[in-house]
């Protein structure tokens, strides 16, 4: 299969690139690394079949061929993410120099193959030792998260091209302290709300010591996803729009307007952290871009119970992945267009994450992910039309690279280009990884 587009309907600095997670592929038994909260909350039956990043892709030996698949797609940038608990096992005090020479080495990797090193300092492999002390829940977390940063920036800060530093608060924050479905698996809105905040606390410090450390081209990256009424019902709209506002509007509006969406504070302001408002300006300090990841829409009707947050989600009519995700790429087109003329403007949006989880047959042919490739079309388009339509994005990341530990769902879903075989590590790339390879060449 072929894109429909061609590379040459985007313009030549548009940067083209494939992401990927520490925790997800690395392997945190090889090397020096700490434990996180993920490695506890995986052993307390969290995940499928209670799987963990113990070993993963084992990237972490085999760094240097999956660079060079990267190399090979033709992509111009790298996504990747540097763990936590490798840098500062107990997630505090002096860097581990085994932790640093690891992103060392990866990061120079990078740069001999041309490629430019996207760093997001964290995709939620917090450290235990933190986790225990309550973790985001705990404003001190946010202040150590900020030391960390440093430390990164001081030893791979003048190769790197890009930091973000969270990657999808909504995940860190909500799926994890309210749907209780990553790690630390809690269901309590007093400490969702706690750490709806801190998680953009911990962002706002880690720019503050970036930026006088000089570090260039700072942003962060936020998940978002098409809330549709499931019915035209005022019930089922009004429970769309509540989740629009936490998922979709609540960070993007700190960050950029330093303030809270007032329909939803209406029902979080008693469960937030004391003195939050004076935090507010440190959260909308200025950033370079902002990175957008986009992958389907969800489906809401009342729930019926007349309390906060109201909606629960409802099973939808379009094409879905073996996640049950729906495909709907205008979702992608609505939030560039809806980001930039709401919130940011002229700033550079990067789409920083974008696929596609499937359940892959790996013959001697190869693996034919042709619902893949028409997912990765039908979404490059959309960031085609928003672009037509004057929204700066400036590059676009493909998740995976690999197939990898997909959090909760364990080993069982497979986003990646490049199929994984588990038992031996071989790495196959799949139709899409050829499609993508193709498309960069032309
Ligand atoms: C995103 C995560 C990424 C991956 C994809 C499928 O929410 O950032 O790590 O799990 O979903």
Not at 69 to 75: H, T
Not at 284 to 307: E, K, Q
Not at 408 to 413: I, Q, S, T
Request: aromatic share 12%; glycine share 8%.
């Amino acid at each position: 299969m072929r894109m429909t587009l061609s590379r040459a309907a985007f313009p030549t600095d548009f940067r083209f690139g494939a992401a990927t997670a520490a925790y997800q592929i690395e392997g945190t038994r090889l090397g020096t690394c700490g434990r996180s909260h993920w490695d506890k909350f995986a052993r307390d039956g969290g995940t499928f079949n209670n799987e963990n990043g113990d070993i993963a892709c084992a990237h972490y030996d085999l760094w240097p061929q999956d660079l060079d698949l990267v190399k090979r797609a033709g992509f111009d940038a790298y996504r990747f993410s540097i763990a936590w608990p490798r840098i500062q096992p107990e997630g505090r005090g002096k860097p581990l120099a085994e932790g640093l020479d690891f992103y060392d080495r990866l990061v120079d990797g990078m740069l001999e193959r041309d490629l430019e090193p996207f760093a997001t300092l964290y995709h939620w492999d917090l450290p235990l030792a933190l986790a225990d002390r309550d973790g985001w829940r705990n404003r001190d977390t946010a202040l150590r998260f900020a030391d960390y940063s440093a430390h990164v920036c001081q030893r791979l800060g003048d190769r790197l091209a890009s930091v973000a530093t969270i990657n999808e608060p909504w995940c860190v924050a909500w799926l994890s302290h309210y749907e209780g479905a990553h790690a630390p698996g809690l269901k309590d809105i007093s400490a969702t709300a706690k750490a709806m905040h801190n998680i953009l606390v911990a962002h706002a410090e880690s720019v503050k010591v970036m930026r006088e450390l000089k570090q260039p081209n700072l942003g962060i990256v936020l998940n978002m996803e098409y809330s549709n009424p499931a019915t035209d019902k005022e019930a089922d709209r009004h429970a769309a729009q509540i989740h629009d506002g936490i998922y979709n509007r609540w960070f993007v509006e700190a960050l950029r307007k330093g303030r809270y969406p007032s329909d939803i504070m209406e029902y979080l302001d008693p469960y937030m952290p004391e003195g939050w408002q004076d935090d507010m300006d440190d959260i909308s300090a200025p950033l370079d871009w902002l990175g957008i990841n986009y992958y389907t829409r969800s489906n809401h009707a009342d729930n019926g119970t007349g309390a906060f947050p109201f909606s629960r989600t409802v099973t939808g009519p379009l094409p879905k992945s073996s996640m049950g995700w729906e495909t709907y790429p205008d979702g992608l087109e609505f939030f560039l267009k809806r980001t930039r003329s709401d919130y940011t403007g002229d700033l550079p949006l990067y789409v920083t994450e974008n696929g596609t989880a499937r359940h892959d047959r790996l013959t001697e042919d190869g693996v034919d992910d042709a619902g893949r490739c028409g997912y990765f079309n039908q979404h490059l388009e959309a960031v085609h039309r928003a672009m037509e339509d004057g929204v700066p994005v400036k590059g676009y990341f493909a998740w995976s690279l690999l197939d990898n530990f997909e959090w909760a769902f364990g080993y069982r879903e497979r986003f990646g280009l490049v199929h994984v075989d588990y038992e031996t590590q071989k790495r196959t790339p799949k139709a899409s990884y050829h499609m993508f390879r193709q498309f960069l060449e032309d």
